[in-house]
């Protein structure tokens, strides 16, 4: 079995990361057609919203070999991003690892899998995303795996330099590349989204706010 370790990404800008962190991911759920990680994948405590940027880790079966070795590569407001191979059944990370995790710098752990320990990751502060909570666990087995490398995370493609958008809703993934134009979308789409709230406030109907009831009225077929 081997190991196959690319190297770290670059980090998204902080300018960039601080645009990102002006939204809920609900906001980018009402344009995105892809990146936004299965709901599935949920905050294991109530954390604050997080940015960062994505490194990737394939963890096969039950081996988590990588994990322990890459947990002393994380830099400050990195984002580890692990696929689990489709094991939901044994937790790769607990208070151990994500102690040593969270001493890096790191911003948060997305694992596409199970956790263990879960009050002692609450206690640590450390966010952490999973699909659930389990007494099995992964160990130190050669089995082999990936740093870096693309993976499939909650059904979303994600590279390493991503950059990485979760909150209390859930995970959301977008490619470098494709994060100007996403932010300045996002920007516009808040910036409706406040004059309608507005609107509503005011007692207006969100029908005609939203431009809903003109285009049911254009749509509707002549009575008889």
């Known amino acids: ?24 991911t609900v906001l980018l759920g009402h344009f995105l057609y892809r990146g936004m990680l299965d ?26 070999t990588l994990l322990h070795h890459a947990a002393g ?3 400050q407001g990195d984002v580890l991003v692990i696929d689990r191979c489709g094991d939901h059944k044994a937790a790769c990370l ?3 690892v994500a102690m040593a995790i969270r001493n890096s710098g790191a911003a948060a752990v997305v694992i596409d899998g ?14 952490v995303f999973s699909r659930g909570a389990s007494a099995q666990t992964t160990r130190l087995t050669g089995q082999g795996g990936a740093l870096n490398r693309p993976v ?14 979760a909150d209390g809703l ?5 490619h470098a590349v494709e994060l100007p134009e996403i932010l300045a ?40």
């Open 73 to 75: 590569m994380l830099r």
């Open 94 to 96: 607990g208070g151990g």
């Open 39 to 64: 709901p599935a994948i949920r905050p294991v405590a109530a954390t604050p919203r997080v940015v960062g940027t994505a490194v990737t880790l394939t963890l096969p079966g039950f081996d988590s």
């Open 114 to 127: 199970c956790h263990t320990d879960t009050e002692e990751l609450a206690a640590l502060g450390l966010p």
């Open 185 to 224: 979308q996002a920007e516009a789409l808040q910036a409706l989204t406040d004059t309608t709230i507005a609107g509503v406030a005011r007692g207006e109907r969100i029908g005609d706010l939203s431009g809903a009831s003109e285009m049911v009225a254009r749509l509707t077929a002549p009575a008889g």
């Open 1 to 24: 079995m081997t190991y196959i370790l690319d190297p770290m990404p670059q980090a998204i800008a902080p300018q960039s990361l601080a645009r990102l962190c002006a939204f809920e």
């Open 152 to 165: 499939s995370v909650g059904g979303v493609p994600v590279l390493a330099g991503d950059a990485i958008l």
């Open 170 to 174: 859930g995970v959301v993934s977008l």
